[in-house]
């Protein structure tokens, strides 16, 4: 089992930035990939960003050039680095562990951009 819990989120104006943070904690194996989905009111789940243990990224054409992602694989912790918010990134933003078809999410925290 693999234990996500995340920080970092809250409430900022458009054009702000938000810094989030998930540390994950049990069995954590190599390879893997750890990253961020998000789900806005009355949408689907959607990818945000993701990051393999090896460095490979991908992103949402939607935040591309606007968020980075970025890991600790010796804290077993990721990151997400919000620059230039807009009220369409208001979602409750999910921290995900996935490792050879093994799926694990965290509980979501809200991140709300006002404009």
């Known amino acids: 089992q693999v234990q996500l819990v995340e920080s970092g989120g809250g409430l900022v104006q458009a054009g702000g930035s938000l810094r989030l943070s998930c540390a994950a904690s049990g069995s954590i194996f190599r390879p893997n990939a750890m990253g961020w989905y998000r789900q806005a009111p009355a949408k689907q789940r959607e990818l945000v960003a993701r990051?393999?243990?090896?460095?490979?990224?991908n992103y949402a054409d939607s935040v591309k050039g606007r968020f980075t992602i970025s890991r600790d694989n010796a804290r077993n912790t990721v990151y997400l680095q919000m620059n230039s918010l807009k009220p369409e990134d208001t979602a409750v933003y999910y921290c995900w562990y996935g490792r050879y078809g093994n799926d694990y999410w965290g509980q979501g925290i809200q991140v709300t951009v006002s404009s």
């Open positions: 990051m393999t243990s090896g460095g490979t990224t």
